[in-house]
């Protein structure tokens, strides 16, 4: 069975640009949270979602937002990038929220110059 | 909000020896997530421990929760180069809060 795939693998962006990241959870879990991990640090929750509903979100600007669809693929879209965006965008799946052992996919990179 | 602090941040071993890296919360640990990262890569789910006391081994990997002193430790026996990596603890934070908290991450490598 597949794992947690994320798309695409390395991103690179202008500073004010938009982008949006794409995640597809293991099949049969219903529930996706995205974390940023910037270097030297662990990752960072940014949100989660169940069933197509937003469940969490962490402390991040309004320019970051998600969303799950049917099929509980996500995606997480970044308006108005800064350079302090930049780091490894990871997303994790699980069967439900607070389900053990959420499983992560291979993450997103993502530089803006 | 809940803190994680490991230790050591890194760690340079001899293939061979023993080593322990520990995690310790600022709060209450009703959940405690063990995790290998290869540098730029995505996360490999080690262990996963829920009560006090438990004890989880997979290979040459153990990991402890001493529920009341709110910290677990990772322990390798005769290590391998296989081994090395960034190890993250992550923690639930409880109830409806269904995040994982990390720590920063102890970077360990295994000199041959």
């Known amino acids: 069975d597949a794992g947690v795939t994320q798309s695409p693998t390395h991103l690179i962006k202008t500073r004010g640009q938009h982008v949006t990241l794409r995640c597809s959870p293991i099949?049969?879990?219903?529930?996706v949270s995205w974390y940023q991990q910037v270097l030297g640090q662990g990752p960072q929750f940014i949100f989660q979602?169940?069933?197509?509903?937003?469940?969490g979100r962490g402390n991040f600007p309004d320019r970051f937002s998600a969303r799950q669809f049917p099929n509980y693929s996500s995606e997480l879209n970044v308006n108005a990038l800064l350079l302090g965006d930049s780091a490894l965008y990871l997303c994790?799946?699980?069967?439900?929220?607070?389900?053990?052992?959420?499983?992560f996919g291979q993450g997103t990179r993502l530089t803006v110059v | 909000s809940q803190e994680l602090e490991q230790s050591p941040q890194s760690l340079i071993v001899q293939e061979g020896k023993n080593l322990t890296i520990n995690c310790t919360s600022s709060k209450t640990l009703y959940g405690l997530y063990w995790y290998k990262q290869k540098y730029g890569e995505g996360l490999i789910f080690l262990m996963m421990?829920?009560?006090?006391?438990e004890e989880k081994s997979h290979e040459k990997i153990t990991a402890k929760l001493d529920e009341k002193k709110q910290q677990s430790s990772l322990h390798i026996t005769a290590s391998q180069p296989s081994h090395a990596g960034i190890y993250l603890c992550g923690a639930d934070g409880g109830g409806s809060n269904y995040k994982l908290t990390f720590g920063k991450g102890t970077l360990l490598t295994v000199n041959p």
């Open positions: 421990l829920q009560k006090g006391g």
């Open positions: 979602y169940y069933e197509k509903e937003e469940r």
């Open positions: 994790a799946s699980s069967l439900a929220p607070g389900a053990f052992g959420a499983f």
């Open positions: 099949s049969g879990h219903k529930s």
